[in-house]
């Protein structure tokens, strides 16, 4: 820091207090000059000011600014609700299409409506492992925005928020037939996906008779259509 730095009397002054910041070699300076007219207590009060909420920034505390999210306008009152949200957690945020703002519209108006939910499900038979199965679809979900995405409302526009980590758990059943899966199915489908919480998805992992088992992906489709399911289980 150069709290308060000469200015040499060939340029002149244009402000009452100028602030000039710079990073070099990985350091941030700044530089703050004041004329006569603000008081040395005052300018002194105002750059430490400056350093504590640098110092939290700094540290991951601080509130989110305007320039965290550069894709979309974001007002004060909008970022801290963010922050008080998803805490520290948010990576980055956009605007939706206006298809992934229609299927929410539908989703919140009736949300017992398949109609923008996806259902992938497969039968393996043979030892398939559901610890390992677990912790794939938990590295699938790291590896891709999509999956770490949560769909919310603001003062008037939708956002896609994506998160630098969300938790991922398996569910787990055990059915006593392929039936029994079918009817599951059925009520899966019926099952609603928060898409305001990430991930927008669940999978669930199902035990059958005669060694066989079932995995049922289900998510929502404003996170992800056709085209990138197929990339994810790829």
Known sequence: WSQFSRRPPALPRRHAI???AAV????LRVDVVHGRSIRP???HALVERFRKALE???AGEGRYVRSDFPEVALEPAELARLRDRFGRGVERVGPLWPVQEGMLFHGLAD???RVHRQQVHAVFRGEVDPDRFEAAWRAVVA???ALRSAFVADAGQSLRCVLREVPFALERHRLGSLADLDRFLEADALRGIAADAAPPMRVAWIDLPDGLAAFVWTFHHAALDGWSGAIVLG
Do not use: L, N
């Open 143 to 145: 590896g891709r925005s």
């Open 56 to 58: 939290e920034v700094a």
């Open 41 to 43: 207590e005052r300018a």
């Open 24 to 27: 070099a070699g990985g350091r």
């Open 18 to 20: 100028e602030v000039t």
């Open 111 to 113: 949300p017992r409506s």
